[in-house]
């Protein structure tokens, strides 16, 4: 044994990670494959494989519990045990690795509980479902800053969602244009606006321009309303852009910044965390590629837990009958999922949104039964006939619907901007 290994230090904390798996073997000798490649085997014994090392380092199989069979292999390229029977094995297993194999340090945490797994040949289907972490992760990352009370109080919105939309088209307005509709939002009222995904830091609208044009719409508003709108600017760039940018925010006056999570990573959004003055908007473009498969991936579970340690305030969870492909029942796992008690605290504002409008409200509403979220409409509310702050309006009517149990088209009867949204998306 080495001097190293002599001085190691043992803790007790363990992470533990939760999988659906699907195999063409049983799921015990799957649950020793994942457990042996992750932590001190490999294909073949090798002689460092000692009784003690595997003592110290061994990830352990807590739980196995079968979930049927299947006929067909979800993946491709599964490698087939002798005299195979054609049925493929599905279940979730827990598995725990020592918190000391990698530390409190998420991209190493990733390479544990993910890494090579995906690759196996004795998988046919395998989805990370959820991670349960020690405190010392909470001791490495502070999470979020400023989460939904912060946000809240920066907002000036209370005992109710913020409402906000995203600036479309998506590719974004020539400057005069993006300062009008900011400057008409800001006066009416609206709660929060953020730059589209697609748009960042591009040649023909320079992030530095687009910054003191909002800025200068939104400090005319407030100074004739006493409301200063939110506005996220999207930063999502290399890591020293990040922070040129976030700067150029924040001393403009600016609020919020937003990053595309999967663009930047884990570690890209932790460290703009360390220095972030302001809110940051999590945006999850891209995430389907983690999920959409059924039997590959990740579930939003384990992945907002990832992003609320890293620093996410405001993290995206699609939206009920929404333009993508999830499932309303996924979406309202996701919202809850954001709620739920992480390591003591990690408030992070769960952000509604995809083809999202005032009828969305009751059925978001009555699967949350809370108010506790961001609820974001693009052409909900942009391409209200009564123009976009009759949408805003719209919106805020169809929660107040909403919360007090009152049907839609009844509450439409009384208030203008209700009906005509009902008249124009036609899905009350």
């Known amino acids: ?27 015990e000798r799957a649950a020793e494959v994942i457990a042996g490649e992750q932590s001190t085997g490999t294909f073949t014994a090798v002689p460092g494989e000692t009784a003690r090392l595997k003592e110290l380092h061994g990830a352990r199989i807590e739980r196995i519990e079968p979930q049927g069979e299947s006929a067909q292999p979800s993946l491709p390229g599964a490698k087939l045990p002798a005299g195979h029977d054609g049925s493929y094995n599905r279940g979730l297993i827990s598995v725990s690795f020592p918190l000391h194999n990698f530390g409190p340090s998420i991209p190493n945490l990733m390479s544990a509980v993910a890494g090579n ?6 998988l046919s289907g395998l989805r990370l479902m959820d991670l349960e972490l020690p405190q010392a992760f909470a001791d490495r990352y502070p999470g979020p800053k400023f989460g939904i009370a912060g946000t809240r109080r920066l907002a000036g919105v209370y005992d109710r969602p913020i409402l906000g939309t995203i600036v479309k088209p998506s590719i974004g307005l020539a400057m005069e244009d993006l300062q009008q509709l900011v400057g008409d939002m800001a006066l009416a009222g609206m709660d929060f606006i953020k730059d ?25 508003a407030a100074d004739k309303t006493g409301r200063k709108l939110m506005y996220a600017f999207n930063i999502t760039g290399d890591i020293e852009e990040m922070r040129r940018h976030h700067e150029v925010v924040v001393e403009a006056g600016g609020s919020c ?20 003055e302001v809110p940051i908007h999590g945006h999850r473009n891209q ?14 579970t384990a992945f907002q837990k990832l992003c609320r ?41 769960p952000v509604v949104s ?15 039964r809370s108010v506790d979220v961001m609820h ?34 009844e509450y439409a009867l009384k208030h203008p901007a209700l009906k005509r949204a009902i008249e124009k998306y036609g899905r009350s």
Not at 260 to 276: E, K, P, V, W
Not at 354 to 368: D, F, L, M, V
Not at 385 to 404: H, R, T
């Open 196 to 220: 589209d995904e697609l748009n960042a830091n591009p040649p023909y609208a320079p992030l530095a321009v687009k910054v003191k044009a909002v800025m200068e719409a939104v400090e005319r």
């Open 257 to 276: 910044v937003m990053v595309s999570i999967m663009s930047i990573g884990l570690a890209g959004l932790a460290h703009l965390s360390s220095y972030s």
């Open 309 to 349: 340690l890293a620093g996410a305030d405001h993290l995206h969870v699609n939206g009920l009958n929404s333009k993508f492909y999830e499932s309303n029942e996924s979406v309202v796992r996701s919202i809850q999922a954001c709620a739920a008690p992480l390591l003591g605290g990690y408030e992070t504002m």
């Open 376 to 409: 974001l409409a693009g052409g909900g509310m942009l391409a209200h006939p009564d123009g976009p702050a009759a949408g805003f309006q719209s919106m805020k009517l169809g929660w107040e619907a909403a919360v007090q149990g009152i049907g839609l088209n």
């Open 287 to 300: 995430w389907g590629l983690m999920t959409r498969s059924p039997l590959l991936g990740m579930e939003f």
């Open 1 to 27: 044994m080495s001097e190293g290994m002599k001085e190691l230090h043992v803790s007790s904390d363990r992470v533990t990670a939760v999988y659906l798996v699907e195999t063409p073997y049983s799921l």
């Open 354 to 368: 995809s083809a999202q409008w005032a009828g969305s409200a009751p059925a978001t509403y009555e699967a949350i």
């Open 117 to 122: 797994l995906y690759e196996l040949q004795e």
